[in-house]
């Protein structure tokens, strides 16, 4: 057991590791791309000719990989507060490779985060075995879940179509709400594919079942989705900000997700649900820390006319004449100079 534990808490910070480097590698890569076409933020989807892009997608894969790997040897409960440990990766390399600069609240708002985050995963209820794609399908169909879904849904369009186009550049939790919401229904349907796979490797084919090709046509939406929306938050915004942000909803929405689906909570203690609660307001208030701690991005400049045009001053004389000269060459004699922006 001590043998099986300790592969796991391995194979648990090899995928903290690849996954926190895997950010600051696919930013690299967007802002390369980004430097020769249009930025993922602005809908451009030149990265993907961009191989240090690729590189940090691998990376990703390599992570989560080893991740659900970690899970076969120990148990959920050491396992996933090991992921918190991408944010401090993350944070490291942007502060030395990206050169973005953490704050104290800002470390202090990581802190909160981590700690919410293991509160939440200790004390949430085990889900319970499953033992076929049917009743995945029974647990996915029942009312509240159904609620849930509508709900994620509905948030998502209105966060995809009204927010986005009038506070995406400028407010992080449109990009990273629909990267979270969307992720936790991902999570959903890739367990009802692991199941699948699970009981085919056994013998009982689940192929042939339908509800196995809806699972895989909604998670493969899904991680589509999530990538397009978090290639555009890493774009935008700072990564050390992005990266526990995007953790600490991501879990907490995952958790909530699954407590619905799975009815967990019936039965456990109120210790247990306390617990967790205030390890979710734990994370609410580092997650608005570190965005009140976040250095305000320049605003996109839309003015085709202010980015193609030279800056030109105009020089009024003594004598009257007026002309027109570029401001690296003015002329020393002049009563005053007033810019073209000047009648704006």
Not at 96 to 104: G, N, R, T
Not at 132 to 142: C, F, M, R, Y
Not at 292 to 302: A, E, K, V
Not at 307 to 318: G, K, R, V
Request: with cysteine.
């Amino acid at each position: 057991m001590y043998s099986a534990n300790l592969t796991g808490f391995g194979l648990a910070v090899a995928s903290s590791a690849f996954i926190g480097s895997s950010f600051i590698i696919k930013k690299k890569g967007l802002q390369k791309a980004g430097a020769s076409g249009t930025r993922a933020s602005s809908g451009g989807y030149g990265y993907l000719r961009e191989p240090l892009w690729w590189i940090g997608m691998v990376t990703m894969i390599v992570g989560e990989f080893a991740n659900f790997v970690a899970y076969i040897y120990a148990p959920a409960v050491l396992v996933t507060p090991l992921g918190a440990l991408s944010i401090i990766v993350s944070a490291v390399l942007a502060h030395f490779i990206l050169k973005e600069k953490l704050k104290k609240l800002g470390v202090l708002g990581c802190l909160l985060c981590i700690v919410g985050s293991v509160v939440i995963v200790l004390h949430a209820p085990r889900e319970h075995d499953l033992n076929s794609v049917d009743e995945i399908w029974a647990l996915a169909t029942q009312p509240a879940f159904l609620l849930y879904t509508a709900s994620a849904v509905a948030i998502t369009l209105v966060l995809v179509l009204y927010c986005e186009p009038r506070y995406g550049r400028t407010n992080i939790m449109v990009y990273i709400g629909v990267c979270s919401i969307i992720g936790s229904l991902t999570v959903m349907s890739i367990k009802a594919i692991g199941i699948a796979i699970k009981l085919t490797l056994e013998g009982s084919n689940q192929a042939a079942n339908f509800q196995t090709w809806v699972f895989v046509m909604v998670s493969v939406t899904c991680i589509i989705t999530q990538l397009n929306y978090l290639n555009k938050a890493l774009d935008t915004f700072n990564t050390a900000v992005v990266s526990p942000i995007y953790y600490a909803m991501f879990t907490s929405l995952t958790i909530l997700a699954s407590a619905i689906m799975f009815k967990d909570w019936s039965g456990q203690s109120v210790s247990n649900i306390v617990s967790a609660l205030c390890g979710f307001l734990t994370v609410l208030s580092g997650t608005l820390v570190l965005h009140s701690t976040r250095d305000p991005d320049p605003p996109p400049s839309t003015d085709l006319y202010a980015q193609l045009s030279p800056q030109i001053s105009w020089l009024i004389h003594a004598n009257g004449e007026i002309w027109k000269q570029k401001e690296d060459g003015l002329h020393s004699e002049f009563v005053a100079i007033i810019r073209q922006d000047h009648f704006k």
